[in-house]
Nanobody, 128 residues
Framework: QVQLVESGGGLVQAGGSLRVSCAAS????????MGWFRQAPGKEREFVAG????????YYADSVKGRFTISRDNAKNMVWLQMNSLKPEDTAVYLC?????????????????????WGQGTQVTVSS
């Protein structure tokens, strides 16, 4: 298994940018697909973005497509979520997730119970 630690959250004005990071422990990071979810107070955890084991395929929620970019570096055991043109409705705790899987992400990967490992999350607040 991998352990995940997020960082990089903070307060940003609407229209601004922020990059959150997820550091993974373990020597098998490249065996995992990675994802970002977010959870706002009183709301369900929602899928934001996913990336396959190699970084060759990425997947996004419609609400962030064109504004957010997920990337990874298997040599550094890192995954990032670059967030541009932020909106107040992007305010949430952002959580990094991992699932042991080679190949493409298929099936219900937009559902939180598809993913096996989770970080503690990092708060992102976008002010209007």
């Amino acid at each position: 298994q991998v352990q995940l630690v997020e960082s990089g959250g903070g307060l940003v004005q609407a229209g601004g940018s922020l990059r959150v990071s997820c550091a993974a422990s373990g020597r098998t990071f490249s065996m995992y697909a990675m994802g970002w979810f977010r959870q706002a107070p009183g709301k369900e955890r929602e899928f934001v973005a996913g990336i396959n084991w190699s970084g060759g395929s990425t997947y996004y929620a419609d609400s962030v497509k064109g504004r957010f970019t997920i990337s990874r570096d298997n040599a550094k055991n890192m995954v990032w979520l670059q967030m541009n043109s932020l909106k107040p409705e992007d305010t949430a705790v952002y959580l990094c997730a991992a699932v042991r899987r080679r190949g493409e992400l298929v099936g219900p990967f937009r559902e939180y119970d598809y993913w096996g490992q989770w970080g503690q999350g990092t708060q992102v607040t976008v002010s209007s």
